[in-house]
């Protein structure tokens, strides 16, 4: 089948990956996917880096060049977090019901800085998921690199921590 052999190797063994693929999958591969594959993107990691745009670009048989042009464009897409660290909490609904929200808050009102933003001193990024794949685990998110489940309010202020000391 064409779509499965056009369909490149996954970055990562991160499942976040298969949520994006399932997108890309579910448009056919086909260019027209690209705004809607970048989406997935985005609300699995949080934001768009480098290697997420060559995937995208080979998944979708496009120019790499054309999946920039279009991920600088929108405002709505982050390219890569700005600060030394980052954060994404999932608030995804899974999550949300057991107190993303909550936890949000509290990390927002400890770093006095709002979700989607970066601190002045431009140590840590906080962002938002919309699903990190791990919903019977919920709630999920990430530190730097790390992928971390059951997350409460005590552990991600705990981790942000270490960051900021
Ligand atoms: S909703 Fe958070 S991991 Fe799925």
Known sequence: MLTEMRKPALPSEDKRWRIVQATMKRNGYGAEALIESLHAV???????????????AQSLSIPLSKVYGVATFYHLFTLKPAGDHSCVICTGTACFIRGAGAICKEIEKTLDTPFGQTTPDDKVSLMQARCLGACGNAVAATFDSEFVTQVTSEVALERIRRWTQ
């Open 42 to 56: 985005q609300s699995a990691f949080g934001y768009i880096d480098d290697v997420a745009m060559r995937f995208t």
